[in-house]
């Protein structure tokens, strides 16, 4: 499994970005996928998780609202649609997959595959 995340750049706070996250590999539909993200100095941290059938998703409370997560099984793609942006949400995000997952685990250790990261800055 290889995962490929895009998407960052540089955004005034109020702002949109959209991240995607690309899969390769056999049967996307069979993983979960996450974001999270990392701010400089701090722990790496869960940003919201979508289940297989895009049916199902729990997000972190510091984006809930703000943030959208969907999926493309057909395309193998995951997607972060980011709204009303804040400076506290620079960081590098991830994308991660667990195969079989569900939306109950917020861990880093729970997924087994990782995007290397893509820079999201929001300026004030």
């Known amino acids: 499994v290889q995962l490929q995340a895009s998407g960052g750049g540089l955004v005034q706070a109020g702002g949109s970005l959209r991240l995607s996250c690309a899969f390769s590999g056999r049967s996307f539909s069979t993983y979960s996928m996450a974001w999270f993200r990392q701010a400089p100095g701090k722990e790496r941290e869960f940003v919201v998780v979508?289940?297989?059938?895009?049916?199902?998703?729990n997000f972190a409370d510091s984006v809930k609202s703000r943030f959208t997560i969907s999926r493309d099984n057909a395309k193998n793609t995951g997607y972060l649609q980011m709204n009303s942006l804040k400076p506290e949400d620079t960081a590098v995000y991830y994308c991660?997959?667990?195969?079989?997952?569900?939306?109950?685990?917020?861990?880093?250790?729970?997924?087994?595959?990782w995007g290397q990261g893509t820079q999201v800055t929001i300026s004030s």
């Open positions: 991660a997959v667990r195969k079989y997952g569900g939306t109950s685990r917020a861990s880093v250790d729970w997924y087994d595959d």
């Open positions: 979508i289940d297989r059938s895009g049916s199902n998703t």
